[in-house]
């Protein structure tokens, strides 16, 4: 039962576009979202997190936007970079308690130049 | 970088072995999640430590057990090591469980 789910595996963009990450959750006791980058060899970095309480949070070139009635958060970088080229993760949790972040299955992000 | 560090990098066991992984909080954090991520999956919650106690548990046997210290690391331990436990082991250190910083992780594989 996967309940959180990134339907999309890969994604190619150009330099310079936005990239639009997408992420669908099925529980509705998740209200704490984070998103996650992962290059090879290393462990997933913090990006950026947002509450049910807000619809977006943004950090520089990153927005995370949230719809709680449709379960589903995206996350958009702009512009997208060579760097950014990686596996993206989002994670959710329940923000009573034990905060046990449930993962997706990643979505490989190529940026080409 | 985030301050948290794991031990060691790779390791290779045989079937039926016990491990010992080690983790480092980052400063000002007090609470420790173990995950597990296997080739081409997210990572999976093992269990998680709040001031020295267990505070949550993933769909993981009782040989997978853990430690938290004074100082706020941690260690996971697996008894009986089997085929299926080759992964990637992460920990992710927290100020009270919220947005969590990772390790590198440990590469353990079990022949």
């Known amino acids: 039962d996967q309940q959180v789910k990134q339907n999309s595996p890969s994604l190619s963009v150009q330099e310079g576009r936005i990239s639009i990450l997408n992420c669908d959750y099925t529980n509705s006791m998740f209200d704490y979202f984070l998103w996650y980058k992962k290059y090879p060899a290393e462990g997933p970095t913090f990006l950026i997190s947002?509450?049910?309480?807000?619809d977006k949070n943004e950090d520089g070139r990153f927005t995370v936007f949230l719809n709680k009635s449709a379960k589903h958060l995206s996350l958009h970088i702009v512009p997208s970079q060579p760097g950014d080229s990686a596996v993206y993760f989002c994670a959710a949790s329940s923000a009573s308690g034990t905060y046990k972040y449930i993962f997706g299955t990643g979505t490989r992000l190529k940026v080409l130049a | 970088e985030t301050g948290v560090t794991q031990s060691p990098t790779h390791l290779i066991k045989t079937r039926g072995q016990q491990v010992t992984l080690r983790c480092s909080s980052q400063s000002g954090h007090n609470t420790v999640s173990w995950y597990q991520q296997a080739l081409g999956q997210g990572p999976q919650f093992i269990f998680q430590?709040?001031?020295?106690?267990?505070?949550g548990r993933g769909n993981f046997p009782p040989r997978f057990s853990g430690l938290q210290f004074p100082n706020y690391s941690s260690e996971l331990n697996v008894n009986a090591l089997e085929l299926d436990d080759s992964a990637l082991y992460l920990c992710?250190?927290?100020?009270?469980?919220?947005?969590?910083?990772f390790g590198q992780g440990t590469r353990l594989t079990v022949v």
């Open positions: 947002i509450s049910s309480i807000k």
């Open positions: 430590y709040y001031r020295e106690e267990e505070n």
């Open positions: 992710a250190s927290s100020f009270q469980g919220r947005d969590a910083f």
